[in-house]
């Protein structure tokens, strides 16, 4: 007989910690400091998991890809979209698919928290759990950070199939938003434009635009085209007059992202 632990791993550094563990491994076994990929990596392996479409997974990318820079040479992603586990019974517009985009195309939080990403530059500045600072090749600053909050212990001890997204408020015990202070030292004086995109559960995701609409759960075209309009980063703007140091503050609501954009102006 085979014992088989089904359990869900609770800890939230285990991507992490599963990095080093595999470098480690890698050693002791002679192979030395060969690139390490993470091709498949995820917080369910459940394809019907309200939290796959949620503000939650924007941040959970995020933290994880902050937290393995330096262990990981590449590291990839599950599903691009939610087609691949999409089955004849289904019939909700979303439905806890792991994918980027929904089956029909919609961008949900975990899309865009790779596309923030994408918009760093070369340059890294610094970085801890919840944030990163760079800047390209043209002086432009370029930071990306989140309000990561792990799932609490109710979340573990039932099934990991959850597709009511109503139960999605009672998975989080931790609902605290970030005041956070950015200071950037030693730049060149002058006037600097400073441009932030985010998602949050009060704009652009797609989970909660279709929570606050729906009158049950099949959605036509129009409802389609709709929310594939609206979800997607509100932007604000503000310009700072600045010494050899710009600080500013920005508000991130529980698991909300954001990609901050920095330059001087002309």
């Known amino acids: 007989n085979v014992l088989i632990d089904g359990r869900r791993v609770q800890n939230e550094d285990y991507v992490k910690e599963w990095m080093d563990e ?9 192979f ?8 498949e990596w995820n917080c369910s392996v ?12 924007g941040a959970y990318i995020i933290k994880n890809v902050l937290s393995t820079s330096g262990r990981a040479d590449i590291l990839a992603y599950w599903g691009a979209s939610d087609l691949h586990s999409e089955y004849f019974d289904l019939s909700s517009i979303l439905y806890g698919g792991e994918g980027l985009l929904s089956r029909d195309g919609i ?3 975990a899309y865009f928290a790779f596309d923030f990403l994408n918009h760093l530059g070369g ?21 990306v950070c989140c309000n990561y909050k792990h799932p609490g212990i109710l979340y573990y001890q039932e099934r990991e199939d959850i ?16 005041q956070a202070k950015i200071v950037i030292k030693g730049i060149e004086p002058g006037r600097y434009q400073i441009k932030i995109r985010k998602i949050n559960r009060d704009t652009g995701s797609v989970q909660d ?13 129009d409802d389609i085209a709709y929310l594939k309009s609206i979800c997607i980063p509100r932007i604000s703007v503000q310009s700072l007059d600045c010494g050899k140091d710009l600080q500013f503050r920005t508000v991130l609501l529980e698991q909300e992202i954001q990609y901050i954009h920095i330059k001087r102006s002309i």
Not at 22 to 30: K, L, P
Not at 32 to 39: E, R
Not at 209 to 215: F, Q
């Open 22 to 30: 595999v470098r480690a491994i890698a050693r002791t076994a002679g």
């Open 32 to 39: 030395g400091d060969k690139k390490l990929y993470g091709t």
């Open 46 to 57: 459940s394809s019907r998991n309200i939290l796959h479409d949620s503000c939650f997974m």
């Open 107 to 109: 961008r949900k939080p």
């Open 123 to 143: 340059t890294i500045l610094g970085y801890g759990e919840n944030y990163i600072i760079t800047q390209n090749s043209m002086g432009d600053y370029r930071i």
């Open 163 to 178: 597709q009511d997204m109503r139960r999605l408020d009672d998975i989080f015990s931790d609902h605290q938003e970030i």
């Open 209 to 221: 635009e279709w929570r606050r609409i729906r009158v049950d759960d099949t959605a036509g075209e």
